[in-house]
């Protein structure tokens, strides 16, 4: 076990780093913070790069570290790594490891064009998780997938289904030639989402918060879904109207 007690070490300074995308890009790694986290990613402990602790925190019994590399740090060391008001204490240094052939293959899959707000990205791929989607393709103008207010809505789905940057327009056509169906969602010419029967291949695009679809991958998909509203809202959120979506469209 390594211990680190001042802020100006250069392994602090590089954890530090791993807050911005830049660095995030550079290294292929992620931090994560707190307990939930870190024990979702201990079932994935070959993404584990190294575990940090502060000494001012005591850890449950129900952790188990096993062969991870453990970091002790002071407590101002840990509040520089975290971005919460009230930090945890405990973070991991984390690899981007995704397998794209098992992606290519995915039956059920959500494809989010353009999301900007981190709460909601990580909604909704905590939410395709819960509804047993196989992978979550994010596409570019999309917030970080890594980003840690997305990590900590996403509740560790991080580490339980593949999540992707990518080109929207081609992987339509990827899918598309694999015969699965791609449905957008939108209020103009679409049909009622009940319209569409349950099944076990599709996948599912939802759009921006504000502007809604990209109108160039509207008129790429299979068919546009929409969700009536029946108070006087105007609108659904956007990983709320994901969540009916998937659980309806996912046949069991």
């Known amino acids: 076990m390594k211990e680190i007690q001042s802020v100006k070490n250069p392994q602090v300074k590089q954890w530090k780093k791993l807050l911005t995308k830049k660095e995030r890009d550079k290294t292929g790694t992620f931090l994560i913070e707190g307990f939930h986290l870190i024990e979702e990613a201990l079932k994935q402990p070959e993404q584990i790069i190294e575990i940090i602790v502060s000494d001012k925190i005591e850890l449950p019994p129900r952790l188990d570290f096993g062969s991870n590399s453990i970091t002790t740090v002071t407590d101002e060391i840990s509040k520089e790594l975290s ?4 930090p945890q204490g405990i973070y991991a240094i984390c690899r981007e490891t995704v397998d794209q052939t098992y992606v290519e293959k995915a039956n059920s899959l959500l494809l989010i064009d ?41 509740q560790g789905s991080h ?3 593949p999540i992707v940057r ?17 449905y957008g969602t939108a209020l103009e010419n679409a049909k009622t989402y ?16 504000g502007s809604g679809m990209n109108k160039d991958l509207l008129a790429k998909t299979t068919s546009n879904l ?23 469209l996912k046949k069991r």
């Open 194 to 209: 009940t319209e569409i029967a349950p099944q076990e291949e599709f996948a599912l695009i939802v759009g921006n918060e």
């Open 114 to 154: 353009a999301v900007q707000d981190p709460g909601n990205l990580g909604t909704m791929i905590r939410t395709a998780d819960a509804a047993g989607i196989d992978a979550v393709i994010v596409g570019y103008g999309s917030v970080d997938i890594y980003n840690s207010k997305v990590l900590r809505s996403a």
């Open 83 to 86: 971005d919460t008001e009230t």
């Open 159 to 161: 580490f339980h289904l």
């Open 166 to 182: 990518g080109n929207l327009e081609e992987w339509i056509e990827t899918l598309k030639k694999r015969n699965i169906p791609v």
């Open 226 to 248: 929409y969700i009536p509203i029946y108070g006087q809202s105007e609108s659904l959120n956007v990983a709320v109207a994901a969540g009916i979506l998937l659980y309806y």
